[in-house]
């Protein structure tokens, strides 16, 4: 995957970019990342890339000219138009130029697997009180969220994206099945018995919070590891992971309990998860 970022800031990303598996990814060639300085496309002595918005108002808005000149400095972009046009199912494109902004989708599992399966992929960095509108009605194809609050910039949010994406590119984790049973990754079981490769049967979270982790030592200073976790029961550990992921569910993400396709057992441990409380 190719991965280009439009910035103002280009040295913020030299510490993301290179730790972990994003770092790995890179030095064994599974993604190339390249980051463009806005300010290398503007035409005065003091770089200006922001300006009033017509109307007034608060701050000061990106301008367009930067932002267009750097993409199309890309070369091999396709036109918005392709990009949105040429595809009867979005999820079959292969680039995308997203920009970071508050007014953007969400960013959830779901987003960062469609675009990890992307050949390139385009992040703008909105600053100040945001960018010009023309890019996003006439250069981006996506606008993009990662959360309900406002930042300082896109910095953070693309920072965010590229680590999301990139760990789901096969080869960028050392274990893939692990990146299939996390938390928020539904159908999980489904989607790798159909590839072949399902994971351990007691490992699933499918579209839950993920249920707890415990590790050595068993006994640490009195807390104990629960018992069906070392008894070498997996039915009885399969249980124990989906009841308690159930739980946490209930009580941190009630709302993904909505978007989980439940089973009866599901539900009867559900039934009994607020009976007990």
Known sequence: MKIDILTIFPDF?????????????????????????LRAFTKDKHRTVDDRPFGGGEGMVLKPEPIFECLESLGNIAAREERLGRYADRKSAKQSVILLSAQGRRLDQSLAAELSALDQMVLICGRYEGVDERISEYLADREVSIGDYVLSGGELGA?????????????????????????????????????????SSTCVS?????????????????????????????????????????????RNRPDLLDRVA????????????????
């Open 262 to 277: 439940l089973t009866s057992e599901d539900k009867k441990l559900l039934a009994q998860i607020k009976g007990e409380n």
């Open 206 to 250: 499918g579209g839950l919070l993920d249920y707890p982790h415990y590790t050595r030592p068993a006994d640490f200073r009195g807390m104990v590891v629960p018992e069906v976790l070392v008894n070498g029961n997996h039915d009885q550990i399969r249980n124990w992971r989906r009841k308690t992921a159930l739980a946490k569910t209930l």
């Open 159 to 199: 920072a965010v994206i590229v680590d999301t994406v990139v760990r789901l590119i096969p080869g960028a984790v050392g274990n893939q099945n692990s990146t299939r049973q996390e938390s928020f990754t539904e159908s999980v079981a489904e989607v790798a018995r159909e590839n072949g490769d399902a994971p």
């Open 13 to 37: 990303f030299a510490g993301p970019l290179n730790f972990g598996i994003v770092r790995r990814a890179r030095e064994t060639g599974l993604v190339e990342i390249s980051i463009h300085d």
